[in-house]
Structure formats: C-alpha cells, structure tokens
C-alpha cells in the first residue's frame, strides 16, 4: 500500500468545498469516475450490511427535473455524475440472510459457522423499533457520503453534498418509491465552474482546540 504525504492529504481537503456552479460542459472521465464509485462500495457499515443503494444520475433528462425537487439548486443539473444515496428503509431477515451468503461465498467459509454472526445481527436489528433501524441505516449512508466527497476530492473531482432535496420527490423521479430504498441525501460530483466565488471563501470552522479533545 503507498500512502500519500500527509500535506497532499491535507490540500486536497482545503482545495474542496460545497461547490455551489459547477461547470456543465465538463464530466469525469470513467477511470476516475470508477474509481470515485469504488469508494462509495467501499465504504465501511455497521456488521457490513451496506444499508444502502447509489443511484447515479448522467441521463441529461432526468438531470433536468432535479433543480426544481432541489429547493431551485443546479448543481444536480450542472454536474457530472448526480449520486443520490439512498437508503434501505428496513433490515429484515432475508437481507441478513444475503449478507451472511455474500460473506460464506466471498471467504469461502460456510454458511453454518457464520450462524453467531448472524443471531448477532439479528438479535441487534430485533431490538429496534423500525423507526430505530431506519434511523440507523441512515447513519450509515452518511459514512460512504464522505467517503465519497474526500475520494473524489483527493482525485481533483468536485463534489456539493445536498441534503436540500425534496426526497419523495427524487423518490418518484428515480423509481425508488415502491422500493425497499428511500432517496436521503445527494452529491453532486464534476468541476467547479471559474465563476463559483465560493472557491475562494475562507474555510469556516471552529478551533481545532474546541473540537478535538486529548486526554
Ligand atoms: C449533509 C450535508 C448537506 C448539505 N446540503 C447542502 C445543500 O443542499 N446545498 C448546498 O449548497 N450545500 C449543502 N451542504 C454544504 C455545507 O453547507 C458545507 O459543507 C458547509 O457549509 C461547509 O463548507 P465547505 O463544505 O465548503 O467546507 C451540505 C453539507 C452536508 C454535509
């Protein structure tokens, strides 16, 4: 594994900020793309059971029917790559069932010796109220949307997280409103268009001394 220096690290995560125009003429080519979709799959979730769908919008039609369901916001139309992440609305036994079959197949282990593994999840996931599991998957959604924003970032891609969208709406636009995923939260990902100010503001943010604690 190479690491990076720290310093590159470090200017990637002051050269990004919440992109408010990005430029509509420019994409992100698909090796990078790819790469910035990675991340997202990567992404780390509690047990492992990616509570989560990706929806990735490019179709220049369906980008267009987003500023309105986005409180009159363009990045979603003006960007590369639109991702909405969405989040599974419940977790029953069948789905931790498929998760336990995708671990015994991908470590070759058999299903029956993941059986504590499984009463575990289970016996968590029993113990909430659907209200509490919703609320829960949702947290995790939110990991693989910084993983996203700061791989996209250490790769010179822009991104707007948004969470200034009308979720149903982009519910019936995607085709998720009959289905186990709801819409929670978006990224705009592409280039920021040289007319963005904001590219230019300084970074708002507390003392790192009030917000990190030795002990
Ligand atoms: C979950 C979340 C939702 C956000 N929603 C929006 C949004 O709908 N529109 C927008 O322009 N910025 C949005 N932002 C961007 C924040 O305003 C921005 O990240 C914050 O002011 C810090 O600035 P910086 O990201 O440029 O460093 C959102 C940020 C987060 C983390």
Redesign the pocket.
Known sequence: MNSIHPDQLLESLRW?????SFDATRTVDSITWKAIEQAMVLAPSSYGLQPWKFIVVTSPKIKAQLPEI??N?T?PQDCSHMVVLAVRKSMDESYIDSYVQSIAETRSVPVEKLAPYRLMMMGTVQKMDPESVRSWNTRQV?IA?GQLMTAAAVLGVDT??????DGKAYDRVLGLSNSDYSSV??CAVGYRDASDK?AF?K???FPTDDLVEYL
């Open positions: 990004r900020y919440a992109v408010k986005s409180w916001q990045q939110y949307l707007c997280p948004m969470e200034g969208i939260v978006g904001n503001a970074k708002v943010r």
